[in-house]
């Protein structure tokens, strides 16, 4: 059996200079707490160099002017090791969530996937750059000896069968974590590796130090054996980022955004997923509306109106970044929060990516990432209920109907549809007028006889109906109507064509609306 350990050090770091890239060459100092009581927690081998103590106050490492000083972000480290997670997961099915910054895989059988012990670590590495982190990774058959090895040891680490002893003997004896007092003793002995905690009687010991000593005996030379604690994988993927300063263009944002888009879809594509669904959340500062509308408003409505919320949802999985960047600014182009942001909160909700074949024969359709972006377009100029797929609604009521966001039709179905012969594709369309015509129809025993309308008027010269419909007649927006198919000439020759005044010969459909005491021409067959 063979088990890997990735270990992230000094994880806080690492999830500040994930947000901020620029900051990698940096020198760089964390601070934890309230002012004026903040203090250092963390800070790189850089500003340690240049003076920057743990527990030193923030204030004082204010002082220091080549060292950057942020805030921890316990939403970011979370986000963070999420992400090392999925890239455990996009190895092994079989995880250990061990601590903050580490996880422990069991390779076994995956050699024959993997080709080598040496080419999963590799990908690892790899795949663990891609989300933003640089971990030390060891693989050894105890899980213990990986875990304390890559506390230890940079980079990539591989230790055989039986080494285990031999290659931890040169590690300090923190890398086993062991407590405060006893790690006190074990300096007062001179002890300060685990070859030299390893050499000590197993008796003497135990008698000195109880059953933690030989605890850490144990571990220090790599002979203690444990199971893996096996971890359930996530089920969604979120990314948070709390704002030093508060921003209110939307450049800017966008900058952000990006981001966080790159650091979810390198998540989804380690687990081999997409994104079905994206959920934009921000906490906003300096609420303004206008004063009329507060007076109106309780503070309860206020609070939640500090949080601003935007739901984008895709019409096939996808993930990348640059195409639902471009989805989000157009969301929110069309309804702006109103507010400025100083929290980010970006989910997905995952799905397995779309797969298809096209065929040899069958045209080429747009591309539904780009075929998303020009409907999200046309809709921040017409608005969104009116851009999508018409669908009929559960009603007798004539023409009603309702929009569904635009989903076009696969590959495969568009791929395996038939024609059928053309003897069966004859049909006969109607042409709605929206909004419906005004008409002055003159009737003859019940029977509409002459009909004008958009200024011209013709003759009936045949007629079906009425046909009655009504409904909803106890809401306030009920019908009722008499529909009559007529067919209409406007010239004497009666001939199909277009008269000076716009009407065309033909067959229409018009009716009486008894609510509103008048008739319409609905439309027209072509």
Known sequence: MAFASIYVP???????????????????????????????VAANEAALREGIE??????????????????????QEKAAHAALLDVGWSVSPRI??????????DLAGLTSLFKSLENIAAILAERSSRVGLHPNIAVASNIEAAIHAARGLAGITLIPPGEEPERLSSLPVEVLLPSTEILETLQRWGIRTCGALTALPLLQLSERLGTEGVFLHQRAGGKYCRSLVLAEPETRFTEEMKLDYAITELEPLSFLLHRLLDQVCARLEARALAASAFCLRFDLKDFMEEESKVKNKSSVSMTE????????????????????????????????????????ILTAEPARPRAGQKGLFVPDSPDREKLEVTIARIAGLVGN????????????????????????????????????????????????????????????EGCPFRVSFRGARGN?????????????WWETHGW?????????????????????RGAQDGLYRIYYDWMRRSWFVRGRYD
């Open 10 to 40: 000094n994880s806080m770091v690492q999830t500040i200079v994930r947000a901020e890239p620029d900051l990698r060459d940096r020198a760089i100092a964390l601070v934890d707490g309230c002012p004026p009581l903040w203090k250092i």
């Open 54 to 75: 743990l527990g030193m106050g923030g204030s004082q490492a204010q002082q220091f002017c080549k060292v950057e000083v942020r805030h921890r972000s316990p939403e």
């Open 96 to 105: 250990e969530d061990t601590a903050p910054g580490m996880i422990v895989l």
């Open 305 to 344: 109106s500090r949080i601003y919320e935007k739901i984008l949802r895709l019409p096939v999985p996808m993930r990348d970044s640059k195409t639902l960047l471009k989805l989000l600014r157009l969301q929110l182009q069309s309804d702006p929060p109103n507010g400025s942001i100083v929290k980010i």
């Open 385 to 444: 209920s009116n851009v999508g797929s018409p669908q009929l609604v559960d009603t007798h009521r004539p023409g009603e109907f309702r929009m569904f966001p635009f989903s076009p039709a696969s590959e495969e179905s568009a791929g395996s549809r038939k024609r059928e012969p053309s003897s069966r594709r004859t049909a006969i369309a109607f042409r709605m007028f929206r909004p419906e015509l005004l008409a002055n129809v003159e009737s003859r």
């Open 460 to 472: 009936v010269v045949a007629a079906s109906g009425p046909w009655r419909t009504s409904g909803d």
């Open 480 to 500: 009722r109507e008499d529909e009559w198919d007529v067919e209409i000439h406007f010239n004497s020759s009666g001939k199909k064509q277009i008269s000076h």
